[in-house]
């Protein structure tokens, strides 16, 4: 009869289990940051994760409420028993619900282990009902999001002493990963944040261009068209492809040809796109007796950066004419004549003819 001791062999055989469970929740774990595409879908998938191929009893994540100083459960698996039904976890040190694990970790900063829970004088508040969840020891480690903590990762095992060094070296490898994809997450959602503002504020600018009485037209650096509206094309009578080219030299050309002196034209706009901080407002005669109204200016950015320049054209044609009429009747009256302008805005009449 042999009689062996294999105690030893029995303990190193859990051991390696514990490996193995181990290293498939932070393997689970990384398959859930690069598929989850929201923090609620992680949170709920690391704590079933923990839960189904760690070995966990349970897990939760909570996060910290600036405005109550509470760590409020966003996330868990394994709560059979209600057991993070109205929790109370503070961050206030004077709180008898600020020194737990939980509490401890978001506050301090740091991963706090709890052996023996149920001894633990510092989880005296929540003995009640972790014996009744059968919790035995716990694990609560700090998440981060753009280096601030935004809550903790909370895993409970059904026995005593179960996080040894090896085991807590995975868990901080772990509490890592979901931290860095947090910050990812917050990334993306800036990014679209960023995407939704410009693509708003481009919406405005749009409808106001097409809204807008005059003809419009911008032109960036290296004579690349940055916008226009349809009132330009149809002011200058142009091909609309010609301009969705987005080339200014070829419709500088079409808009040139136009009118009744196109030598001076496009010399005025070389000399405007040389002379970057330079304003100009002139009327333009076309051939066809139309009479434009062109106004430039800089497009300057708030740091002063230079984007191009914008061009405003109107036809003005009728209101020169009625100008003209009204000149010639008074120049044709017999009588000598004053026209004053009484607006009561003006504290003097002001005469303007």
Same mark, same amino acid.
């Given at each position: 009869?042999?009689?062996?001791?294999?105690?030893?062999?029995?303990?190193?055989?859990?051991?390696?289990?514990?490996?193995?469970?181990?290293?498939?929740?932070?393997?689970?774990?990384?398959?859930?940051?690069?598929?989850?595409?929201?923090?609620?879908?992680?949170?709920?998938?690391?704590?079933?994760?923990?839960?189904?191929?760690?070995?966990?009893? $349970?897990? #939760?994540?909570?996060?910290?409420?600036?405005?109550?100083?509470?760590?409020?459960?966003?996330?868990?698996?394994?709560?059979?028993?209600?057991?993070?039904?109205?929790?109370?976890?503070?961050?206030?040190?004077?709180?008898?619900?600020?020194?737990?694990?939980?509490?401890?970790?978001?506050?301090?900063?740091?991963?706090?282990?709890?052996?023996?829970?149920?001894?633990?004088?510092?989880?005296?508040?929540?003995?009640?009902?972790?014996?009744?969840?059968?919790? @035995?020891?716990?694990?609560?480690?700090?998440?981060?999001?753009?280096?601030?903590?935004?809550?903790?990762?909370?895993?409970?095992?059904?026995?005593?002493?179960?996080?040894?060094?090896?085991?807590?070296?995975?868990? $901080?490898?772990?509490?890592?990963?979901?931290?860095?994809?947090?910050?990812?997450?917050?990334?993306?959602?800036?990014?679209?944040?960023?995407?939704?503002?410009?693509?708003?504020?481009?919406?405005?600018?749009?409808?106001?261009?097409?809204?807008?009485?005059?003809?419009?037209?911008?032109?960036?650096?290296?004579?690349?068209?940055?916008?226009?509206?349809?009132?330009?094309?149809?002011? #200058?009578?142009?091909? @609309?492809?010609?301009?969705?080219?987005?080339?200014?030299?070829?419709?500088?050309? @079409?808009?040139? @040809?136009?009118?009744?002196?196109?030598?001076?034209?496009?010399?005025?706009?070389?000399?405007?796109?040389?002379?970057?901080?330079?304003?100009?407002?002139?009327?333009?005669?076309?051939?066809?007796?139309?009479?434009?109204?062109?106004?430039?200016?800089?497009?300057?950015?708030?740091?002063?950066?230079?984007?191009?320049?914008?061009?405003?054209?109107?036809?003005?044609?009728?209101?020169?004419?009625?100008?003209?009429?009204?000149?010639?009747?008074?120049?044709?009256?017999?009588?000598? $004549?004053?026209?004053?302008?009484?607006?009561?805005?003006?504290?003097?009449?002001?005469?303007?003819?």
């Amino acid at each position: 009869c042999n009689i062996r001791n294999i105690s030893e062999r029995h303990a190193d055989q859990a051991k390696i289990l514990r490996f193995t469970q181990l290293y498939a929740t932070l393997s689970q774990c990384n398959k859930a940051i690069v598929h989850c595409a929201t923090e609620t879908e992680l949170f709920q998938q690391i704590c079933r994760i923990a839960v189904q191929f760690g070995g966990m009893k $349970m897990a #939760w994540v909570g996060v910290l409420n600036p405005e109550t100083l509470r760590v409020e459960p966003m996330a868990s698996f394994g709560d059979d028993t209600g057991y993070l039904k109205d929790l109370v976890i503070s961050v206030e040190a004077n709180s008898p619900f600020g020194r737990g694990p939980t509490g401890l970790a978001v506050s301090e900063k740091i991963p706090i282990w709890c052996q023996n829970f149920l001894s633990d004088p510092v989880t005296a508040p929540w003995h009640e009902r972790a014996a009744f969840a059968g919790l @035995a020891a716990s694990a609560s480690l700090p998440l981060f999001k753009n280096g601030m903590v935004l809550g903790a990762f909370t895993l409970y095992s059904g026995e005593t002493n179960a996080f040894d060094q090896s085991t807590r070296d995975l868990l $901080m490898e772990m509490a890592d990963d979901i931290s860095f994809a947090l910050n990812q997450f917050a990334s993306e959602s800036l990014r679209r944040s960023i995407e939704a503002d410009i693509k708003l504020k481009n919406t405005i600018l749009r409808s106001q261009q097409e809204t807008s009485l005059d003809a419009i037209l911008v032109v960036g650096e290296g004579g690349t068209i940055i916008s226009y509206n349809q009132q330009f094309i149809a002011l #200058w009578q142009l091909d @609309a492809q010609l301009v969705s080219a987005r080339v200014d030299a070829p419709v500088l050309k @079409a808009v040139a @040809a136009q009118t009744d002196d196109p030598e001076t034209f496009v010399a005025r706009v070389h000399y405007l796109n040389e002379h970057l901080e330079e304003k100009s407002r002139e009327d333009v005669l076309l051939k066809d007796g139309r009479i434009i109204d062109r106004y430039s200016a800089p497009v300057t950015g708030a740091d002063q950066t230079h984007y191009g320049r914008v061009w405003y054209f109107r036809d003005i044609t009728e209101r020169k004419k009625a100008a003209q009429k009204f000149k010639d009747l008074l120049e044709s009256a017999p009588d000598a $004549m004053v026209i004053v302008n009484r607006d009561p805005m003006l504290k003097t009449p002001v005469v303007i003819w």
